[in-house]
């Protein structure tokens, strides 16, 4: 079912009434295909949410730079830890999206 999701994702099963005529010829239920295109959808449009845990050396700039984000929107997911951002901790497990 995910396979056949992801392809009509893809756009590989046509659009609107082609493509519910297309999936119902080859057998498939179109109502649980449409749940589960819905379904990816929903977690693909939701952020995912990652933690990193800070090593000895490492600097809050240079792990922004690893996950795509800025030292001060990690401070704003980590504001009970992270006070000062030049002072972390080894060991610290931070979020960093």
Excluded: F
């Excluded at 800025?70 to 999206?97: D, H, M, P, Y």
């Amino acid at each position: 079912m995910d396979e056949l999701a992801r392809e009509v994702l893809a756009g590989k099963w046509g659009d609107g009434d082609d493509r519910k005529n297309r999936i119902t010829t080859a057998g498939y239920d179109y109502a649980a295909v449409q749940t589960r295109v819905n379904e990816l959808l929903h977690t693909q449009s939701r952020p995912q949410t990652v933690y990193y845990t800070i090593q000895r050396g490492d600097m809050l700039s240079a792990i922004a730079r690893k996950y795509g984000t800025s030292v001060s929107a990690i401070q704003k997911l980590n504001t009970s830890l992270i006070r000062n951002v030049n002072v972390i901790q080894a060991g610290w497990k931070i979020r960093v999206r």
